[in-house]
């Protein structure tokens, strides 16, 4: 049961040919057996989920089911869940349980789908390789020697290894994206606005989106329409019907125009990622679509922009964790400044501080012109380049990062280059377009991702143009030996 | 930019972390590194361009004046790490 | 050496909205500790604010009402700092571009001339919660119901030149918000609080001095206070060849006097930059029209229209347009009665003022209804009773014993208008003192009053007073 697609699955219990809760116990003993080698999930939450299996199974017969309805999935530690603990992969909040549901958990639970468990993460979604949380590094199960990529690690990881058939993530700057491309999965990150942030929590605030990752874009179409929607409790959240998004994803793409930005193919970029890469661009061309060369002119903005807004708003954002209402706190504070330091110091990572130092810096007084500023600056910049793009090309396509997966520990000390492993995928945050990537190849044993960039709110187009590159290829069906 | 152990003292109070002398220098080493990263964007000349502080460029929303929330104060301090007659304790403040 | 004072005051006033600026939780005062602390409240992690309409509404009222400019676009922006009783470690609050901007507001000064107050801005914030300092084993209690309160911070040019002006401006913002209904003003709950900046210069410097900002003077006594003693220390400061710093003090009502707040001198970077999680406010012409539609008729403009319509004193008119309700009362009195305006604002800021005094209480609760009132008038008006005999009557009214007529009929205070009645009694007194009449006839026209007193008391009050005094004139002259 665990090689099936959500798609399948859900094909498959309306067919009675499993019960939820068969297939709920299925992936819980594979979660069982090879979570130890994966380290995917911080939390795993078997009765509940046999629990809600069972409800799903009941839900069914009453003829109430609905595509996700008793299939199994998992979330982001980021996403909080009302009376499970929500650790965002870090110390601080190790015994945090949340007292409510994000919107996003809220949705998928109503479509009747059953939470395996919490997968792990960056700390506070801070990370391109899943070793800066406090529950360890994940492996990628490609290549237990080599990252999963970050910050959505354990769900990428979890899903290439089908201990579930789908999990959520977020994407402050390829948290999805990289991750999906590292393990061979495909993710979406939806246009800003179109999944509400309520309980979620917060790394950079402007930039952060949640989406699906799942084997096939068909997948991230199912559970997009269960994550995306209005919701009136975030008023960043955007109030535009949600589209079907499964209803189009057979469209063909002739006349299809693809812009390839040549900075995305430049210095810097892997030959054998780029070779998978334009493999990938020339079966789109035998599907009928048009290569535009484009230039996004900006482009080498987006890192030094994002590495000032991100750690800006993320030093605002993690001020709330000062060990008095909830969170880690230091043991018998000699005084106020003592249990702020103290219980901040002890509860965040060193990447994580390193960011809110960052931050604090660039927010400072005498400094908030020259970086905060600058970069919101650079950021209108970045995204003009996308709209005028946007005025020739339906869709932009490149690699979604530079290289395969690297070895654990073979960034973690250095972090701009693993900050430079973000490279095509932190201009979309800034800019707030959608981005897709689905697998496309293998270096080795190591898998590479291609990134679709759409205008806003085009997440329809961008799961369409997937779905047809994904049923003349069967990377997206190629399973990990030792997970098989 | 450069920064040295003292500056990055100076951050880490305003931004209430303690960091230990050990390890000031590596983060010193490493924000300089980050910051010098950041000056690229120097490179652009950007006077005129309006800053662009989110990705939507649509108005605030606002909700109807209603009471929506009750209390839930138990369930909250719940997880508090100290509380006491329904208040959060924290060591003393002094004005 | 001459020395002027500058004062700049920034004003906090809690909007009376039902729930808090940006979440559902309700605002009620003295609640149970951290019972109206939503997760929102509590800065819970994954939690978002969402902006309350009726603030801005409010906001917008009170821009209107002071000629301000009101932003059609303004911006959110977050204050970091921390503190235990800011639960997110930044406090929401208005910056670069706030809400309101350029008002001003009219003083009335001691010497009867008006002065012109500039209003720097008004922007809109969230409180912040409480903490509170007995002592829990050496430790403080935080209690956050308060946090996340609408506050509006309307800041003063540094326009005000003694604490007298600054009570006087304060009173007026006073008298402004509570009118508009934005406030419920009452200021020992915190509703309405005050920071002063202070400083001193020599008369003619061009320069400002150097200020201290007076923080939470939650008085109009105490605003006085504190900024008479703060000048006074300043003063003294310079002359002995000191120097003031920039700092931040607390008024210490018990003492009467500043102190320098040690806590709050370590130089603060509050970081402000516009909140990622709030979009910028946009007013359109149909928000701002609405709430200009909502606007009462303020105070200065009623207090004028009282001159003119009913021909009041400024005094008497400025007493009756101090709040809304004493207005709106006077106004019902005078319409009940049609007409005598005079004797309406005579009776309202008269018995009616020191009844309402004596028990403390509002306008709103006074056991006599302006109709009652009215009732009342009509009978002195139309000379049922007498002016003497109505303060009875009011007495009675006030004790809740019916309506005027009611209580004239029961206690027979009806006054005697008839003459022959009237001379009747005349001729009584006048014949029990023979000697008084024998004075007056001989020169002593004081005794005049003694006779009249003797006749009213004779009819218990009732005699027509100008009937007694013409009749008694002529009886008197024999």
Same mark, same amino acid.
């Given at each position: 049961?665990?090689?099936?697609?959500?798609?399948?699955?859900?094909?498959?219990?309306?067919?009675?040919?499993?019960?939820?809760?068969?297939?709920?116990?299925?992936?819980?003993?594979?979660?069982?057996?090879?979570?130890?080698?994966?380290?995917?999930?911080?939390?795993?939450?078997?009765?509940?989920?046999?629990?809600?299996?069972?409800?799903?199974?009941?839900?069914?017969?009453?003829?109430?089911?609905?595509?996700?309805?008793?299939?199994?999935?998992?979330?982001?530690?980021?996403?909080?869940?009302?009376?499970?603990?929500?650790?965002?992969?870090?110390?601080?909040?190790?015994?945090?349980?949340?007292?409510?549901?994000?919107?996003?958990?809220?949705?998928?639970?109503?479509?009747?789908?059953?939470?395996?468990?919490?997968?792990?993460?960056?700390?506070?979604?801070?990370?391109?390789?899943?070793?800066?949380?406090?529950?360890?590094?994940?492996?990628?199960?490609?290549?237990?020697?080599?990252?999963?990529?970050?910050?959505?690690?354990?769900?990428?990881?979890?899903?290439?290894?089908?201990?579930?058939?789908?999990?959520?993530?977020?994407?402050?700057?390829?948290?999805?994206?990289?991750?999906?491309?590292?393990?061979?999965?495909?993710?979406?990150?939806?246009?800003?606005?179109?999944?509400?942030?309520?309980?979620?929590?917060?790394?950079?605030?402007?930039?952060?989106?949640?989406?699906?990752?799942?084997?096939?874009?068909?997948?991230?179409?199912?559970?997009?329409?269960?994550?995306?929607?209005?919701?009136?409790?975030?008023?960043?959240?955007?109030?535009?019907?949600?589209?079907?998004?499964?209803?189009?994803?057979?469209?063909?793409?002739?006349?299809?125009?693809?812009?390839?930005?040549?900075?995305?193919?430049?210095?810097?970029?892997?030959?054998?990622?780029?070779?998978?890469?334009?493999?990938?661009?020339?079966?789109?061309?035998?599907?009928?679509?048009?290569?535009?060369?484009?230039?996004?002119?900006?482009?080498?903005?987006?890192?030094?922009?994002?590495?000032?807004?991100?750690?800006?708003?993320?030093?605002?954002?993690?001020?709330?964790?000062?060990?008095?209402?909830?969170?880690?706190?230091?043991?018998?504070?000699?005084?106020?400044?003592?249990?702020?330091?103290?219980?901040?110091?002890?509860?965040?990572?060193?990447?994580?501080?390193?960011?809110?130092?960052?931050?604090?810096?660039?927010?400072?007084?005498?400094?908030?012109?020259?970086?905060?500023?600058?970069?919101?600056?650079?950021?209108?910049?970045?995204?003009?380049?996308?709209?005028?793009?946007?005025?020739?090309?339906?869709?932009?396509?490149?690699?979604?990062?530079?290289?395969?997966?690297?070895?654990?520990?073979?960034?973690?000390?250095?972090?701009?280059?693993?900050?430079?492993?973000?490279?095509?995928?932190?201009?979309?945050?800034?800019?707030?377009?959608?981005?897709?990537?689905?697998?496309?190849?293998?270096?080795?044993?190591?898998?590479?991702?291609?990134?679709?960039?759409?205008?806003?709110?085009?997440?329809?187009?961008?799961?369409?143009?997937?779905?047809?590159?994904?049923?003349?290829?069967?990377?997206?069906?190629?399973?990990?030996?030792?997970?098989? | 930019?450069?920064?040295?152990?003292?500056?990055?003292?100076?951050?880490?109070?305003?931004?209430?972390?303690?960091?230990?002398?050990?390890?000031?220098?590596?983060?010193?080493?490493?924000?300089?590194?980050?910051?010098?990263?950041?000056?690229?964007?120097?490179?652009?000349?950007?006077?005129?361009?309006?800053?662009?502080?989110?990705?939507?460029?649509?108005?605030?929303?606002?909700?109807?004046?209603?009471?929506?929330?009750?209390?839930?104060?138990?369930?909250?301090?719940?997880?508090?790490?100290?509380?006491?007659?329904?208040?959060?304790?924290?060591?003393?403040?002094?004005? | 050496?001459?020395?002027?004072?500058?004062?700049?005051?920034?004003?906090?006033?809690?909007?009376?909205?039902?729930?808090?600026?940006?979440?559902?939780?309700?605002?009620?005062?003295?609640?149970?500790?951290?019972?109206?602390?939503?997760?929102?409240?509590?800065?819970?992690?994954?939690?978002?604010?969402?902006?309350?309409?009726?603030?801005?509404?409010?906001?917008?009222?009170?821009?209107?009402?002071?000629?301000?400019?009101?932003?059609?676009?303004?911006?959110?922006?977050?204050?970091?700092?921390?503190?235990?009783?800011?639960?997110?470690?930044?406090?929401?609050?208005?910056?670069?571009?706030? $809400?309101?901007?350029?008002?001003?507001?009219? #003083? !009335? =000064?001691?010497?009867?001339?008006? /002065? *012109?107050?500039?209003? &720097? +801005?008004?922007?809109?914030?969230?409180?912040?919660?409480?903490?509170?300092?007995?002592?829990?084993?050496?430790?403080?209690?935080?209690?956050?119901?308060?946090?996340?309160?609408?506050?509006?911070?309307?800041?003063?040019?540094?326009?005000?030149?003694?604490?007298?002006?600054?009570?006087?401006?304060?009173?007026?913002?006073?008298?402004?918000?509570?009118?508009?209904?934005?406030?419920?003003?009452?200021?020992?709950?915190?509703?309405?609080?005050?920071?002063?900046?202070?400083?001193?210069?020599?008369?003619?410097?061009?320069?400002?001095?150097?200020?201290?900002?007076?923080?939470?003077?939650?008085?109009?006594?105490?605003?006085?206070?504190? $900024?008479?003693?703060?000048?006074?220390?300043? #003063? !003294? =400061?310079?002359?002995?060849?000191? /120097? *003031?710093?920039?700092? &931040? +003090?607390?008024?210490?009502?018990?003492?009467?006097?500043?102190?320098?707040?040690?806590?709050?001198?370590?130089?603060?970077?509050?970081?402000?930059?516009?909140?990622?999680?709030?979009?910028?406010?946009?007013?359109?012409?149909?928000?701002?029209?609405?709430?200009?539609?909502?606007?009462?008729?303020?105070?200065?403009?009623?207090?004028?229209?009282?001159?003119?319509?009913?021909?009041?004193?400024?005094?008497?008119?400025?007493?009756?347009?101090?709040?809304?309700?004493?207005?709106?009362?006077?106004?019902?009195?005078?319409?009940?009665?049609?007409?005598?305006?005079?004797?309406?604002?005579?009776?309202?800021?008269?018995?009616?003022?020191?009844?309402?005094?004596?028990?403390?209480?509002? #306008?709103?609760?006074?056991?006599?209804?302006?109709?009652?009132?009215?009732?009342?008038?009509?009978?002195?008006?139309?000379?049922?009773?007498?002016?003497?005999?109505?303060?009875?009557?009011?007495?009675?009214?006030?004790?809740?014993?019916?309506?005027?007529?009611?209580?004239?009929?029961?206690?027979?205070?009806?006054?005697?208008?008839?003459?022959?009645?009237?001379?009747?009694?005349?001729?009584?007194?006048?014949?029990?003192?023979?000697?008084?009449?024998?004075?007056?006839?001989?020169?002593?026209?004081?005794?005049?009053?003694?006779?009249?007193?003797?006749?009213?008391?004779?009819?218990?009050?009732?005699?027509?007073?100008?009937?007694?005094?013409?009749?008694?004139?002529?009886?008197?002259?024999?």
């Amino acid at each position: 049961m665990h090689e099936k697609t959500i798609a399948q699955l859900g094909a498959g219990l309306a067919a009675g040919h499993f019960s939820s809760e068969e297939l709920t116990r299925a992936f819980l003993e594979r979660i069982e057996r090879f979570n130890p080698l994966l380290n995917a999930f911080i939390t795993v939450t078997a009765e509940a989920a046999l629990a809600q299996a069972r409800a799903a199974d009941e839900r069914r017969r009453r003829g109430e089911a609905g595509p996700l309805t008793g299939v199994p999935m998992a979330h982001k530690d980021i996403f909080c869940t009302d009376g499970v603990r929500t650790s965002c992969g870090s110390r601080m909040l190790d015994r945090f349980i949340a007292p409510y549901n994000a919107t996003v958990v809220e949705q998928i639970n109503a479509a009747g789908a059953v939470m395996l468990g919490k997968t792990n993460m960056d700390e506070f979604a801070m990370g391109s390789s899943n070793e800066t949380s406090f529950y360890g590094p994940v492996r990628n199960p490609w290549d237990l020697d080599a990252v999963p990529g970050g910050s959505s690690g354990g769900s990428a990881a979890a899903v290439a290894a089908r201990l579930t058939p789908g999990a959520t993530g977020t994407d402050t700057g390829g948290s999805i994206r990289q991750p999906a491309a590292l393990c061979g999965i495909t993710g979406i990150k939806p246009t800003y606005g179109r999944v509400s942030r309520w309980g979620m929590i917060a790394y950079a605030s402007s930039l952060d989106q949640g989406g699906p990752m799942a084997r096939t874009a068909e997948d991230c179409a199912l559970l997009l329409g269960a994550m995306a929607g209005f919701d009136p409790r975030d008023s960043t959240s955007v109030d535009r019907p949600v589209p079907d998004y499964s209803a189009h994803l057979d469209q063909p793409l002739d006349g299809l125009k693809i812009g390839l930005p040549r900075e995305y193919f430049g210095a810097g970029l892997d030959s054998a990622v780029a070779q998978a890469v334009e493999a990938a661009i020339a079966e789109y061309r035998k599907l009928g679509a048009e290569m535009v060369e484009i230039s996004l002119p900006n482009s080498q903005l987006a890192i030094p922009a994002y590495y000032v807004v991100a750690p800006a708003e993320c030093s605002s954002n993690l001020a709330r964790f000062d060990g008095v209402r909830y969170g880690h706190r230091c043991e018998d504070p000699k005084d106020l400044l003592d249990l702020y330091t103290r219980s901040r110091g002890e509860g965040f990572g060193a990447e994580v501080k390193r960011r809110i130092l960052v931050g604090t810096f660039a927010l400072s007084a005498g400094y908030y012109d020259a970086y905060y500023l600058k970069a919101q600056q650079i950021r209108r910049l970045i995204s003009e380049d996308f709209r005028r793009a946007f005025t020739q090309v339906d869709v932009i396509m490149g690699p979604t990062s530079p290289t395969v997966a690297f070895n654990l520990g073979e960034k973690a000390d250095d972090p701009i280059t693993m900050y430079l492993s973000d490279i095509y995928t932190i201009a979309v945050n800034l800019a707030g377009l959608p981005g897709l990537s689905l697998p496309v190849g293998f270096v080795g044993q190591r898998p590479v991702g291609l990134q679709l960039i759409g205008d806003y709110f085009t997440e329809e187009r961008l799961l369409n143009i997937a779905h047809r590159y994904q049923q003349v290829s069967d990377w997206h069906n190629r399973a990990p030996a030792a997970f098989g | 930019m450069s920064l040295g152990p003292a500056e990055v003292a100076k951050i880490a109070h305003l931004a209430r972390l303690a960091i230990r002398d050990e390890d000031a220098p590596a983060y010193a080493r490493n924000l300089s590194a980050i910051l010098d990263l950041v000056a690229q964007m120097n490179a652009v000349d950007t006077a005129g361009v309006a800053p662009m502080a989110h990705p939507l460029d649509t108005a605030q929303r606002s909700r109807t004046d209603e009471v929506t929330e009750f209390n839930q104060r138990e369930r909250f301090q719940a997880i508090a790490p100290r509380v006491e007659a329904g208040l959060y304790l924290v060591p003393k403040v002094i004005e | 050496m001459e020395w002027e004072t500058v004062i700049g005051l920034e004003i906090h006033a809690q909007l009376a909205t039902k729930s808090k600026i940006f979440s559902g939780a309700a605002i009620a005062y003295g609640a149970e500790p951290n019972t109206q602390a939503c997760a929102i409240d509590l800065g819970m992690p994954g939690v978002l604010p969402v902006l309350n309409r009726e603030a801005a509404r409010m906001a917008v009222m009170l821009g209107l009402s002071i000629g301000a400019e009101i932003a059609r676009r303004s911006v959110f922006a977050r204050k970091n700092y921390f503190y235990p009783d800011l639960p997110k470690g930044y406090q929401i609050s208005q910056y670069e571009l706030p $809400i309101v901007q350029k008002g001003r507001l009219s #003083i !009335d =000064l001691e010497d009867g001339t008006r /002065k *012109v107050i500039g209003v &720097t +801005r008004a922007h809109l914030e969230e409180d912040a919660g409480k903490s509170l300092h007995e002592d829990f084993h050496g430790q403080s209690g935080i209690d956050l119901n308060r946090a996340g309160t609408p506050l509006l911070e309307i800041v003063s040019e540094p326009d005000l030149r003694s604490a007298k002006e600054a009570v006087a401006y304060m009173k007026k913002l006073h008298q402004m918000v509570v009118y508009l209904g934005i406030c419920d003003g009452n200021m020992q709950e915190g509703s309405f609080r005050c920071d002063a900046n202070v400083s001193v210069r020599r008369k003619g410097d061009p320069q400002f001095g150097t200020r201290a900002e007076i923080k939470n003077l939650n008085s109009f006594r105490f605003v006085e206070r504190a $900024i008479e003693f703060e000048v006074e220390r300043q #003063i !003294d =400061l310079i002359e002995s060849g000191g /120097k *003031v710093v920039q700092e &931040t +003090r607390l008024y210490d009502p018990d003492q009467g006097e500043t102190r320098s707040m040690r806590s709050k001198e370590e130089a603060n970077d509050y970081r402000y930059f516009p909140d990622p999680d709030l979009l910028p406010l946009v007013l359109d012409d149909d928000f701002i029209n609405a709430a200009r539609a909502g606007l009462p008729e303020l105070p200065d403009i009623k207090k004028q229209r009282f001159i003119t319509q009913y021909g009041l004193s400024a005094y008497d008119a400025g007493v009756l347009t101090a709040s809304r309700e004493l207005g709106d009362y006077y106004e019902a009195v005078v319409a009940a009665l049609g007409g005598e305006p005079k004797l309406c604002a005579n009776w309202v800021t008269g018995d009616l003022a020191a009844f309402l005094n004596k028990d403390n209480r509002e #306008i709103a609760d006074s056991p006599v209804s302006a109709v009652r009132l009215a009732g009342l008038l009509r009978r002195i008006q139309d000379q049922t009773i007498s002016g003497k005999i109505a303060k009875e009557v009011f007495e009675a009214l006030w004790a809740g014993e019916g309506d005027a007529d009611a209580i004239i009929e029961k206690r027979g205070l009806r006054q005697i208008t008839d003459t022959s009645a009237i001379e009747k009694v005349i001729d009584g007194v006048i014949a029990a003192n023979p000697d008084q009449l024998a004075q007056y006839r001989a020169g002593k026209d004081k005794l005049f009053a003694f006779f009249v007193g003797q006749v009213m008391k004779a009819s218990k009050g009732k005699a027509n007073p100008q009937q007694v005094n013409d009749l008694l004139m002529e009886k008197l002259k024999g």
